[in-house]
């Protein structure tokens, strides 16, 4: 069976560490150096733009991976 207190706790955590990501983002601004690491592919042609910032993508997932574990380590 579907604990829904659980699932109300994990909606709480969720929407405050996006109440906290969202005020940093406009507290802050952007931050200079996401999306434009090394290794970041970026391509310009004459009529032709091309950015994947595959390194940026790999950094955030690593720093959210490390976030949750702690949440789950905590719980």
């Known amino acids: 069976?579907?604990?829904l207190s659980l699932m109300g706790k994990y909606?709480?955590?969720t929407g405050i560490l996006?109440?906290?990501?969202g005020g940093a983002l406009l507290a802050f601004?952007?931050?200079p150096f996401l999306g434009r690491l090394p290794g970041d592919i970026h391509v310009e042609r004459a009529n032709f733009s091309f950015y994947f910032p595959i390194v940026t993508c790999l950094l955030l997932s690593v720093v959210?991976?490390?976030?949750?574990?702690l949440f789950n380590r905590l719980k």
Do not use: A, E, R
């Open 1 to 3: 069976m579907l604990d």
């Open 11 to 13: 909606l709480l955590w």
């Open 18 to 21: 996006f109440l906290v990501l």
């Open 29 to 31: 601004g952007k931050i």
């Open 64 to 69: 959210l991976s490390v976030i949750l574990w």
